[in-house]
């Protein structure tokens, strides 16, 4: 097996890894409270990570140390909004679908925030996932937009704020401290937000304590790592698209696990979704080489 093929399954049992967390996560917080769950999670998780890069934070200035705890804080509201989302939902697949969009916002908030126009790939995906938006939130007596999913939509346009600041502040800061640090600044604002608006029960079922372990353990820190380890040998092209299967996988495992339904109306939704991730994903790459085909 090439190294190219292996980064590409390695890849893949990421975005199943990173389904099964939704459901992980689901399971843990009807037994904890939700940003309390969150700021535990990541905070063993960034420990989990910090024997690695002890180094480099040994190293790293103190004004990087800063900017990589402001981005932290963008990552950290961005999961407390989608926590909540998931506390209130009783659909998480087409939650994943509207998180799923927040690859399609970063252009779009790249735009005002430094200038950088959105390709032209943007404005011809941008019909198919506002129409997909739309049939997410049409009910059976029309127009029906819950709660869930304006905070679903909410914490996709801020973990899209949190990709733009990211991509700039990871050209000064090794990848891997920077997550680490994230994940723990993270952990940090769940504690202080569960904290300040929660109660935690008085006893945890020892159930609730296997989801939160392998939320923590699979869907945190094994994530990240096979996530770095198969974007190293990987083409970017490849890896989007991959990436993409995410909320597919989300669909099916809330299917399998809960026995969710979904209307031919909010399907299709999703359906449309997808298709505007993988139209402004690949696309260049088709243009590419349909003009190379064409000489």
């Not at 967390?21 to 769950?37: D, M, T, V, Y």
């Not at 506390?87 to 916002?105: D, H, K, W, Y």
């Not at 935690?200 to 353990?217: C, D, H, N, Q, R």
Request: aromatic share 12%; glycine share 8%; hydrophobic share 55%.
């Amino acid at each position: 097996m090439t190294l190219d093929r292996r980064a590409d399954l390695i890849l893949i049992a990421t975005t199943m890894l990173a389904a099964a967390g939704w459901i992980f996560s689901k399971e843990a917080i009807q037994g904890l409270p939700p940003f309390g769950f969150i700021g535990a999670r990541f905070v063993l998780a960034s420990l989990c990570l910090l024997p690695f890069c002890y180094s480099a934070l040994k190293q790293v200035k103190r004004r990087e140390l800063i900017r990589a705890m402001g981005v932290g804080c963008l990552l950290g509201c961005s999961l407390l909004l989608w926590i909540f989302s998931i506390s209130v939902s009783e659909t998480l697949g087409e939650g994943a679908f509207i998180m799923s969009l927040s690859m399609l916002f970063v252009p779009l908030i790249a735009w005002p925030l430094f200038r950088q126009r959105p390709p032209r790939m943007f404005w011809w995906s941008l019909p198919l996932a506002v129409g997909g938006l739309m049939l997410l939130a049409l009910g059976g007596a029309g127009w029906q937009q819950s709660a869930s999913q304006l905070w679903f939509l909410c914490a996709a346009l801020t973990l899209a704020l949190h990709f733009n600041v990211n991509s700039r502040v990871v050209r000064h800061v090794p990848p891997l401290l920077l997550t680490c640090i994230q994940l723990f600044v993270t952990g940090m604002i769940g504690w202080v937000a569960s904290l300040s608006f929660e109660t935690w029960p008085e006893t945890i079922l020892l159930s609730t304590w296997g989801w939160f372990a392998m939320s923590v353990l699979l869907a945190t820190s094994l994530r990240y790592v096979m996530q770095t380890t198969g974007q190293k040998h990987s083409t970017a092209a490849n890896a989007a698209i991959i990436m993409v299967l995410e909320p597919v996988w989300t669909v099916v495992l809330s299917i399998l696990w809960y026995g969710e339904t979904m209307p031919i109306h909010k399907f299709l939704g999703c359906c449309l979704i997808l298709s505007a991730l993988l139209f402004y994903r690949s696309g260049p790459v088709i243009l590419s080489w349909l003009k190379a085909k064409t000489r």
